[in-house]
């Protein structure tokens, strides 16, 4: 079976082709256009997806060896993401499908991202077997959910005010490392002292709030926000030039010690021996490597998505819509049918 798979949720045009499982091409185009406004503009994603999707489909077929023809299900993101953005990938894979007479699965973006672990592009590839604490990370996003092996899930943990991936992005703006700045402090990091300066952890065991916390999994990266304005406003910039290896580490430990400590402390509750981490933040290589150490520690297994597939791709689309078959979440050919409204009100958020 071929599937065809369009991402266009944000700020990357991607169409992918996985063959019975296996991943055939994942052709992904990251848009430029919006570096010099600090952030996504959404008018500026709908139009360059407008203008690349077809191109970007024809090349992940092409790759894939294979004819449109040779097509069997044709899957698109149906949100949550930039409306317009999601409505372009939307209408030309139904009306791909359409064409063909294919039968079109629309796919939630979010649930995708929680089981891109399942991607397989490589001989042996391993994915969880059984119940799993998944941890979702992105710019939009950042989740704790309890997933099951029949693809039903529970969310146990969200953030109440911004994403991980944002705190990247915007504390590496006031750092004036640009757009987007979570890969910057990564790359920082790496040369940088994270003890440097402390900067706050949220509703953890650290807080001083932590009893009226404990086992509550929800995330806050807002007050980090303001303590890295607080504290450059309190130096100058010669100073903060000087240790700006220091800040980024500082700061990627603020944020990667919460995702750890939390993301543990929900496997340990809900008695799984698997974690997993997906989302763009997931490719941060001091998140990788703090989640590793703390599994190996507890005896659990990390699985974590090869860095191509953890930021948007339309490989987690594909093999979303694959998984969602074969364990019969979509049968014969009515989910080819439904009007765009109901693809759009599929993909709210996470269940």
């Excluded at 953890?310 to 819509?321: G, V």
Aim: charged share 20%; proline share 4%.
């Amino acid at each position: 079976m071929n599937i065809l798979g369009v991402e266009t949720s944000c700020d990357e045009t991607s169409a992918a082709v996985i063959r019975n499982g296996k991943v055939c091409s994942n052709v992904v185009s990251s848009q430029l256009c919006h570096t010099d406004f600090g952030g996504v503009v959404p008018e500026l994603a709908s139009r360059e997806h407008e203008r690349l999707i077809v191109s970007i489909a024809e090349a992940a077929i092409t790759e894939a060896n294979i004819t449109k023809n040779e097509l069997d299900v044709i899957a698109a993101t149906a949100g949550p993401g930039l409306i317009g953005a999601v409505m372009v990938g939307l209408c030309f894979a139904e009306g791909l499908a359409w064409a063909l007479g294919k039968p079109f699965v629309p796919v939630n973006h979010v649930e995708a991202h929680i089981f891109s672990p399942f991607i397989s592009d490589e001989p042996g590839h391993r994915a969880p077997d059984g119940d799993f604490i998944s941890l979702t990370v992105s710019g939009g996003h950042t989740l704790l959910s309890i997933v099951h092996q029949d693809l039903s899930y529970e969310v146990i943990g969200r953030t109440i005010d911004d994403a991980a991936g944002e705190a990247f992005d915007k504390t590496g703006k006031m750092l004036g490392l640009g757009y987007p700045a979570g890969p910057v402090i990564d790359r920082l990091s790496r040369q940088g002292d994270p003890e440097f300066y402390r900067f706050p952890r949220a509703l953890t065991s650290s807080s001083q709030t932590s009893r009226s916390y404990r086992n509550n999994f929800d995330f806050s990266f807002s007050g980090l926000k303001t303590s890295v304005l607080t504290w450059l406003g309190k130096h100058d910039a010669g100073y903060i030039e000087q240790h700006l290896p220091d800040l980024a580490a500082s700061i990627q430990q603020a944020i990667v010690s919460v995702l750890v400590e939390k993301t543990i402390a929900a496997a340990l509750l809900h008695k799984v021996s698997a974690v997993s981490i997906a989302g763009g933040v997931s490719a941060n290589s001091g998140l990788r490597s703090a989640m590793q150490e703390a599994c190996l520690k507890h005896g659990m297994e990390l699985f974590v998505p090869k860095a191509a597939y953890s930021t948007d791709n339309a490989a987690m689309i594909a093999t979303m819509a694959g998984l969602m078959m074969s364990r019969g979440k979509v049968t014969g050919n009515s989910y080819g049918t439904a009007p765009f409204a109901r693809f759009i009100a599929a993909g709210k958020g996470a269940r």
